[in-house]
């Protein structure tokens, strides 16, 4: 169980690693909604494998195809399949740790849950899967854009190397510029040199990638427990290797006092504004007009081209070695797969939020 | 909507906080229980407010009642509903912020949701409602007793004042020797302190609190989007005031290189363990059977006992003063909130796991 | 499990038939409805036991009191919890039948799925459930008014009286002119007679109740699962003593030829109508605007007031003798049960259906 | 929406007639399962086209292929997709019908519904898309075959032939013995007749299929919602073309006396049985151990192949043709699918019972 996400608008993914393919059904989109195939496979195309010095050298054309729910250019109000085949598995890198459990990874907690699991390349835990996310995220980001709602994401942080600026502070356009997704060149320039290092090392290291999502209307939020952040907080948390969600203030705001931390309410051009923003957007899970920001932590990936001591089915002592190419960081692909599960989150709560009252 | 928690084992709460009454049903939890209703009164009596200095002066004695699937002192397997009835209610404090948005309150954006809203007290967005969740967490608890799984939280930082020692390394059985709820004496004094003077300067604070669940079977959690720390965030967050979450290495953990970071595996007694516990107990979104450990981050309420600039109804400018009696800090008495979510959480993946596998 | 119903407007249930009392929470009404709370309680008292000689002679008030959700007469979209505290139990009526199973009751089958029940007056499986279903239904019938939805229900066979009268032949307006509620008085009558007989002869009888919607619009209802008519058929089919569901032309429709059967369109003062309406105004699963029509068989129920051959828990033969004051025939109670349901249905679709298209 | 069915097991499923692929998602499938692929294609078989003179004529081979959540054979705990290509389309056939509502078809109501719609050989609402069910279904076949849970399904009426015998007076091995799915095999040559008189006259007919499930245990089923023959109800009215449900004595049940009517309860080689079984295998929502069986109503198919007056999407008076190749009864190709949501309703909810008590 576990692999829908969404309320209104639900999403189920399915697929291994080194299955034949992976994909998703995405449920309950509004009909009419002109489609633009090309930006699908755009996303995708940011997250694929390949894309730089510093993301994994395995090459992975995810080419995608829509199989349902679209109709001469338009949805239909039916579930849309997207559909990935799976190329270039080389299988045979995995045969090494079939029987056994990699450190850190989900191949002991699998094996103990089902008794079974498709150990080739991670199986279902793979990060492949958040390719599935991201090409249904890319119809919530349509949706949304029909509404004039703008999702962004860029790596603020990697190992030590911190960008202290505030997103409001940064050229939001300039995330593409280069390889590792950050808009600030300078820090950009450093994060790369210290992932290279990184990778030359034959180790990993982690990150964080900042969410912003402007022109929320006021109103989306379902609480008590579908508060805006928590559903926002469960859907980062579901991404691969990420150990921590903050929003707004965060863990820094447990240090101020709430006469300063309080938004003041005033009036500008007719409109209700705050005169700050703590509160990242969302008040009482609700959101507020601001612009909602947030932060998402990830860890240094498990897989390391190091030996390291680990057991075997039997319980008995191995050396597990590293094999394969993988990302010496996560956070440069994990951008459109943060922005696409912020799409998703949002646009479920924009079309809830359509019959909040009479 | 949104007003419901958990898979199989659901809770749905209601009730304003100066409505008539609170209350919780419990859907799914299994027959055959035998629940101590003393237990369910104790649980509620740690979050109920005039408990201390450090805590709202207010009064309200928050007896529970259950009324309905429970049979000479065992669950049936049918809805267990529990009734919290409001006393004390004092509305006629809050007639002045009727019309009035107070800065950082739900007041707006349910205004704005809702079109209408239960001024008095916050109405639904009042922290009064966690303690139909820490009821229903209770007979959580008692379902995970008897499987001997522990759960624990305590306050591990208000304002700027740290604890530094993990978790591992206190004494959990003193959780409830202070008023603050830091199992460390020294440190609880500096908060407690802390929290006093803010307390005098008619201002708020914020805390962190850190959850610790001991005894956690291999297998719980159901990936893709229902890991088990993406719902522990998702209910975590959920809670009034929170702001972050965090769990094995959190935020820190992205500094680190995968070599560190790695949880080699050994095997001690027959039973596979890892040597450290950066994973925090949960590999892949499922339990790996080493201890869970988290932080929460709560902010520094928002209500404040100083006039603070904002806006009415209309859109003009007013000022809202400090009216009633409000916690300075809310960590002391939302570690209840934190252990009734988590239990609720672990409860619920411990029943859907029943039937991973043949 | 299994105590709620609806995805967008979403009941939950709970109470037995001597416990404290039995309830219902409405989650996902929509904010700015002016609930009218004696519509509730009038609906109530069509439902409550002891309103004729054909219904059970058990006094219950069944008053209820709303605790959430509604302000200064209004719903908030908050969640509306309903209470009804349970009278005149009597339960040393049912200590006799402590141990043992009746006859095509649920004590053997909750007994095998739980190992537990409340064997008083039949606990959970009892139809005093239904009234906490008729609260909410009350709530559904009034958010329906506002958009001219109307909701009928009547008795159109007891026993083998079956009244040949289609629906539109009716005056529906005269439902509630006798004890049974059947609009044509004569059948009434006959029905009556009949239900009387049964009584005196300590035995009981089925029936049928037949459902009226009028005034729906086209578009409700969610293909392919969540079929208009299948959301229907499952409302019914989950109230007690239903063993059948038909709509449109029903199980006499499987006789029919394509070409006697299908509905031809025509353009009636710019609407599309339907000629015919064997398709009970769904076509796909959903609504077309056409009236909907439908039948729920009722069983005879299964206490009567005569000894009947069973076995106790141990499996031994024994005697379960009629005790206790119950109907002879359920239907005339049914009907706004029936109404309830069918209120709950369409109230749920019509919100879904807000979002179908852009 | 409501492309979903199932809790515990819950299937998805995607695809339009004359799109690129039909399939379904299958999630929350224990691991462990040795699943036969074979049979799961020869269940589509049994559905599929072109069987024989009194089905269409259209040829699709409906060859299936497993993409995830089996590895080795044997079912992993992660989502199972299962993927069928559409064929011999023939979309030209449709374009006569692209701006008409054909009578008694989904036409006018996707129409009213989403504002477009596939109209190629009826889209999303074509009952193409019970192959995906039937897929799903053989799935849950084969976890409820390792429980000794049998399901089976034939005709037992087409127009006005009844076969009046019970299931219980049938040699159920007989069913696929001739191409109606009649065990009885004189009835078998006049419903064949029937059907072929039907087609001749280029008309349809509708008919009956039986369910029986065998061996189902005690405890199954979730009341008060999701009682067992509730949830049938609603799989079986989700299927396209049905009009009825009932189950146990049904409709005839309603004319019967509660003395009659009730099911005495013995003890039979130390199990608890009934004399009679005219609750149909289920009280009170629960199954009791006795066979289940019900009656699923389904009325002639809309498509005939005569001229018919209807209106295009202008409200303006046309003539629909009768093109293309139909069924003149779907009930013989209905049986699969009868057997295949059983099969899914029962294993979602042996599932569910798992954690039923303690």
Known sequence: MGNSYGKRLRIT???ESHGKAIGVIVDGCPAGLALDENFIQSELDRRKPG???????RKEKDEM????GV?????TGTPIQILIWNQDAKSKDYSHIAEKFRPSHADYTYHQKFGIRDYRGGGRSSARETAARVAAGAIAKQLLASENIEIYAYVSQVGDIRLEK????????KI?????RCPDAEM???????????????DTIGGIVTGVIKGVPPGLGEPVFDRLHAELAKAMMSINAVKGFEYGSGFEGVKMRGSEHNDLMVTENDQFRTKTNFSGGIQGGISNGEDIYFNVAFKPVATIMKDQESVDEKGESTIVSGKGRHDPCVVPRAVPIVEAMAALVIADFYLLNKTSKL
């Open 13 to 15: 993914t399915f697929g």
């Open 51 to 57: 894309q730089s010095k510093i993301t994994t050298q």
């Open 65 to 68: 195809q829509i199989l349902s």
């Open 71 to 75: 109709f001469e250019g338009r949805t």
């Open 166 to 173: 505030s997103y409001n502070e940064l050229d939001l356009s």
């Open 176 to 180: 593409e510029d280069n390889i590792v």
């Open 188 to 202: 950009a320039e450093r994060m790369i040199d210290l992932i290279d290092g990184v990778r030359k090392d034959r």
